[in-house]
T-cell receptor, first 118, second 110 residues
Framework: GAGVSQSPRYKVAKRGQDVALRCDPISGHVSLFWYQQALGQGPEFLTY????????KSGLPSDRFFAERPEGSVSTLKIQRTQQEDSAVYLC????????????????FGDGTRLSIL | GNSVTQMEGPVTLSEEAFLTINCTYTATGYPSLFWYVQYPGEGLQLLLK?????DKGSNKGFEATYRKETTSFHLEKGSVQVSDSAVYFCALRQGGKLIFGQGTELSVKP
């Protein structure tokens, strides 16, 4: 497909388990973003990659959250020792060029992974 | 820091009614502004954007004008349809990342 693909679509885990969420961006897109969307809220920024470089991880809520994009394409968001407050929809987005201060490249979003921690 | 505030929902309208969803922002400089829409069960889709003051973004009958004097980017549509029922998010671009408002749910009744 031509869009951003995320898997799994739904993930249920017990508190304390580790989870890994995958994002396949649009082919050739340089920039990749992860957002967290709590129920009834707008998405909140987690982290940003330009190619394989993680340029901004200021939104990661704790050191239990880790993201990587080793070959500058597919990205994985990992959450260790999950807690109930981690329950949310995790959105991935990609854009064609690098995100400089004046960039107005649109970000294209995937359908998200809904994570539920029991 | 930069932030976006939207009017609270849900907003319920009859088909063919006029729609306004208010959005104001706080930012240093003049960021690009966006409206995204999230239909039930789907991901976020870009609806329209404006990159500088007085720009008007438009798409699918929706419009929004970048007003720097009032720091606003209100979304309008002259005649809504049932198919417009969705959650609408206003956002600004800060560096690479987007900062979103909390979203406004719109429900259009036939």
């Amino acid at each position: 497909g031509a869009g951003v693909s995320q898997s799994p679509r739904y993930k249920v885990a017990k508190r304390g388990q580790d989870v890994a969420l995958r994002c396949d961006p649009i082919s050739g897109h340089v920039s990749l973003f992860w957002y967290q969307q709590a129920l009834g809220q707008g998405p909140e920024f987690l982290t940003y990659f330009q190619n394989e470089a993680q340029l901004d991880k200021s939104g990661l809520p704790s050191d239990r959250f880790f993201a990587e994009r080793p070959e500058g394409s597919v990205s994985t968001l990992k959450i260790q020792r999950t807690q109930q407050e981690d329950s949310a929809v995790y959105l991935c987005a990609s854009s064609a060029r690098g995100g400089d201060l004046n960039s107005n490249q649109p970000q294209h979003f995937g359908d998200g992974t809904r994570l539920s921690i029991l | 820091g930069n932030s976006v505030t939207q009017m609270e929902g849900p907003v319920t309208l009859s088909e063919e009614a006029f729609l306004t969803i208010n959005c104001t922002y706080t930012a240093t400089g003049y960021p690009s502004l966006f409206w995204y829409v999230q239909y039930p069960g789907e991901g976020l889709q870009l609806l329209l954007k404006a990159t500088k003051a007085d720009d008007k973004g438009s798409n699918k009958g929706f419009e929004a004008t970048y007003r720097k004097e009032t720091t606003s980017f209100h979304l309008e549509k002259g005649s809504v349809q049932v198919s417009d029922s969705a959650v609408y998010f206003c956002a600004l671009r800060q560096g690479g990342k987007l900062i979103f408002g909390q979203g406004t749910e719109l429900s259009v009744k036939p």
